[in-house]
């Protein structure tokens, strides 16, 4: 019978319980921390079906001789990627019009001096001195067939005024650019280091419809500066561009290279 002074041990809790319940901060703790957990993993899963996201383990021993594979994909939303780098520029290329070759002789002096053995001089000086300067030049004929649709970076044709005396004055030199594409920079280089290395002056009031709609600006591909130069008169200028050729050389090789060099 029961007294109020029972003393029969109240039944104990099981061992278990009596322990969660000693710890009860450290349960509560796991418990929210497992919580947390899951949703971290379930916020950052990547969206797909798969049970694992797109982490999937692959063994293929024909390929990898038995290895685990385990190739880990990442989806990145499509966007525009920017190219880092200017596109490749192609590579500098000069034509060099040595004037009338495979045609004709060009303007012929008194004693025989010829157009196109002053232009043939000049030109294949050029030729060495832009050859040094690391740049690809062609010399080319003046009706050349590589002139149809010639792309370049600059083609420049190499002309002497004639040999006939009409006065003191006619004594200079005159570049003309084509009026097909955008030749100033050229001219403008060509003018300036000419008139250096030569001590000569523009002798602009010549220059006739045959430069500026010379027959090459016509073939050449659009886009391709071009200029036509005509050295000197060989009459009054015959020093010049017989024994001084180099000078002349200097001033056009020198006017391509600044032209370059503004690209
Ligand atoms: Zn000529």
């Given at each position: 019978?029961?007294?109020?002074f ?15 319940w ?20 379930g ?9 694992l ?11 990898t ?42 303007a ?20 060495l ?20 649709q010639?792309?370049?970076t ?38 300036e ?48 561009l ?22």
């Open positions: 019978m029961l007294t109020p029972d003393d029969t041990p109240l039944p104990t809790p099981s061992p278990v319980w009596s322990f969660l000693r710890n009860v901060g450290v349960v509560v703790f796991v418990a929210g921390a497992f919580v947390g957990m899951l949703f971290v993993y916020y950052f899963r990547p969206s797909g079906e798969g049970e996201g797109l982490v999937t383990a692959v063994s293929d021993a024909t390929t001789s038995g290895a685990f594979v385990l190739p880990i994909t990442k989806p990145v939303a499509n966007r525009l990627v920017r190219q880092r780098f200017a596109p490749n520029t192609p590579p500098l290329s000069v034509g060099i019009i040595v004037g009338h070759r495979g045609n004709d002789s060009g012929v002096c008194e004693d025989g001096l010829t157009e196109l053995a002053i232009n043939t001089t000049i030109a294949e000086k050029v030729f001195l832009l050859t040094q300067a690391g740049i690809h030049t062609t010399l080319l004929d003046e009706f050349d067939d590589r002139l149809d010639y792309e370049g600059a083609l420049v044709s190499i002309h002497a005024d004639s040999c006939v005396y009409y006065g003191d004055d006619l004594t200079g030199f005159k570049v003309a650019g084509s009026s097909r594409t955008d030749s100033a920079v050229l001219v403008t280089c060509l003018n280091n000419y008139q250096r290395t030569t001590g000569l002056n523009i002798h602009e009031n010549t220059i006739t419809g045959h430069m500026t709609d010379y027959h090459a600006f016509r073939k050449i591909a659009e886009g391709t500066p071009a200029a036509i130069v005509e050295t000197g008169f060989m009459y009054m200028d015959r020093v010049l017989t024994t001084g050729s180099d000078a002349s050389a200097q001033g056009i090789a020198g006017g391509i290279l600044c032209f370059l060099e503004s690209r």
